[in-house]
């Protein structure tokens, strides 16, 4: 019989465990990842669990969980091909863990509402959840229908409306659809690139300096940001920001990057506050599996927080899954009422779900 010990593995690759557990025969199913999860309770974060296990599908199952909560594993050892096996995982405390990712805020629904002004762009960029593109169908948000749905918005009781693309600045009417949504909190979402000359530029200067700017720079240097998005766009998203601070308008500047990158965003964040952005004003969010990125955080209608967008052509339950066929909740932008209404029913029937799927076990 085995001694329960990582030392009779022979090894001392699990390194200084706290504690061990003894999985025996059980999977994960049925009864391990709950010794664990109690296990792991009394342990302090950084700190590492020996688990034992001889049944073979913990080897492929444990990884999964680990990614899955957040913890990780440092060190497996077999005592033979055929087991047991051993396993070192270190809990990682998730309040305290650092994330580059900027938080975000829940946003009642009916407060915030979001339009893509047109779907083409001078850029390609890798990871473009809309799959813009200069070769992608303009799909331009019509003026007219603009102007009635961010009315009706206002009515409803609305206040943050945010305009993004595609490219905004290659929409012919982009500054009426702007002005559309006077008296609203605006936020315009642009690569910055092509509004420094001709009639793009006499759009910019016409704005009301109310309007937000929100600029595309994923990176202190050209490096990543040129990968992303193409060669030569960082000096021109550079040159972009500095133009409409020139002319007076709040910059909020996003970067989008496909992992946690600390050294990368602390140099972002250098750069922007050498500049005179306020934190406040510099947002990273992570790639979104969406459009023409094959890999990023995975969003589902129950996994993403609703905020309606519009299109020409639609409404959609967020403006990262505007490609997505599963979160289009309508064929038309307007009625604007009944683009909420289905995402009010749709979140009520969730909330309905999930407390359904609880039991209550009366004992008094
Ligand atoms: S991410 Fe933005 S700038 Fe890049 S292709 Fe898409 S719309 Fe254009």
New binding site residues.
Partial sequence: MTEFSPKAAGSSALGDVAETIDGGDMDCGSGLLLLITRAMRRLEGGQLLGIRSAEPSVVTDLPVWAELVGHQIDAEVAESADGPWWFAVRKVDQLSRPSVFSDGERTPIGRRLWAYTNFD?????D????M??PKAAARRLDAGVAREAFAEFAELGGRELFLT???PFMHPELGELIDAGAGLERTLLT?AMIFSRGRRLETLEKLDRSVVLQI?LDSATPEVHDRQ?GAGSWQKAVDGIGLARSLGFRVRVAA?LYGEDPAGADALHERLDGIGIDRADQVIRPVAQEGFADTGLHVSIDTLEPEPTITADGAWWHPVAVTNPNLRIADSPLPLSEVFEVVRDIVSVQDAAERSGREVFRCA
């Avoid at 990871?127 to 809309?130: H, K, N, Q």
């Fill in positions: 762009c001078n850029l390609a960029c990871y473009c959840c809309a813009s593109s693309g595609g490219e690569n595309s998005r989008t």
